[in-house]
């Protein structure tokens, strides 16, 4: 499972909040960073949550 966060992310940090094992705020490039290119499968439902728990819809999840 990969885990993406489209351009229109508005950095408002609430995924690093909810989900820092997955999500990370780079404050030099201003941009939101996935801590994994592939989601380990513990992780799995927690990268679900934060697709559902988005804001404004940004993250989402692509199946192997």
């Known amino acids: 499972m990969k885990l993406y966060i489209k351009e229109?992310?508005?950095r408002c940090g609430l995924c690093e909040d909810l989900y820092p094992e997955l999500f990370r705020l780079d404050t030099e490039k201003d941009e939101i960073?996935?801590?994994y290119d592939e989601i380990p499968v513990e992780l799995e439902a927690k990268a679900k949550n934060a697709m559902r728990d988005c804001a404004i819809a940004a993250v989402f999840v692509q199946r192997r």
Request: proline content about 0%; some cysteine.
């Open 8 to 10: 229109y992310c508005v």
């Open 33 to 35: 960073e996935i801590k």
